[in-house]
């Protein structure tokens, strides 16, 4: 099992990682969720820069075919309130400033606009498609209602927006697979979603100790899902079945992850607590590859 090298560190509570192949070895945006924030590490020298400033609680970020960003803006988190988790300093986090959860778009020059601003919970994490579809869940913020509200929505190329299934508990990650169908990281298990027709099945229905957050997946279908507060990264086949896990030495939690290097076989980690961006190099998969997503004019 390899050991995580540390690209970046310390982030406040980082999310979404974005594996972008520049110049030299690459860089590695990353949303900040409590400062609202997106970032890129450059991973040569090491320095983080501010990508633009998105406020509330910027979740998740996917590339954008102009060279920006897509982000899923779940409102903002009141951090005050998570004192009690374990190795989590609140005291150095920003105050509590919420904003209308919606879908943003970070421009290249780090200009920030609202795509879809109504009608959602909290959106969380995207995925695209080759042929310009983007799928994004829309969980409520935690502790989730008794009422499973939940949603999946998608953004077709000509703007449309449209419910794919609803009635969720807590969707979470969501991952495109090789043959189409959606993974969805849904309370304490990954479900399989048909985008088609909005039938789930479960993958698995519970993975472990903790829940997970957000995936990657590699060329053969296999699911790399961010376990939390096991501060391990879970390697499950297509059929749910673990056949390895990459773990991260210490307590810790860990938020999301991406493939990204060269040759896509670095597994790119963000680490919410205690805040770093990790990377896992050497794998024997490569990752599928990320669609960057044609921004449609909506309205």
Request: net charge negative; proline share 12%; glycine share 16%.
């Amino acid at each position: 099992m390899s050991t995580p090298v540390t690209v970046a560190a310390p982030v406040r509570f980082p999310e979404g990682p974005v594996w972008c192949p520049d110049a030299g070895p690459g860089s590695v945006v990353f949303t900040s969720v409590p400062d609202g924030a997106l970032y890129r590490v450059d991973l040569a020298s090491g320095a983080v820069t501010t990508v633009g400033v998105a406020g509330g609680g910027a979740n998740a970020a996917a590339p954008t075919a102009d060279g920006g960003f897509v982000v899923t803006q779940n409102g903002g988190i009141d951090f005050s309130g998570l004192a009690g988790l374990p190795g989590i300093d609140v005291s150095g986090m920003p105050p509590y400033a919420p904003v209308t959860p919606g879908l943003q778009v970070v421009g290249p020059d780090g200009s920030v606009g609202y795509l879809l601003d109504s009608g959602f919970l909290a959106p969380n994490d995207m995925t695209a498609t080759a042929d310009g579809v983007l799928y994004f869940t829309d969980p409520p913020h935690h502790p989730p209602p008794p009422e499973p509200v939940g949603r999946v929505h998608a953004v077709d190329p000509d703007g449309t927006v449209r419910l794919v299934a609803d009635g969720f508990v807590y969707c979470n990650g969501i991952a495109l697979e090789p043959g189409g169908t959606l993974a969805v990281i849904e309370a304490r298990g990954v479900l399989r979603l048909d985008p088609t027709s909005g039938a789930r099945e479960w993958i698995i229905e519970t993975l472990g100790e903790a829940s997970g957050d957000g995936m990657a997946v590699d060329a053969d279908g296999r699911l790399y899902v961010c376990c939390t507060s096991e501060h391990a990264v879970r390697v499950l086949e297509p059929d749910g079945t673990e056949v390895d896990r990459l773990q991260v030495p210490g307590p810790g939690l860990l938020t999301n992850c991406c493939f990204g290097g060269p040759d896509l076989r670095t597994l790119f980690v963000a680490e919410g607590v205690p805040g770093a961006i990790l990377a896992f190099e050497g794998l024997p998969t490569p990752g599928l590859a990320v669609n960057p997503w044609p921004v449609p004019t909506v309205g």
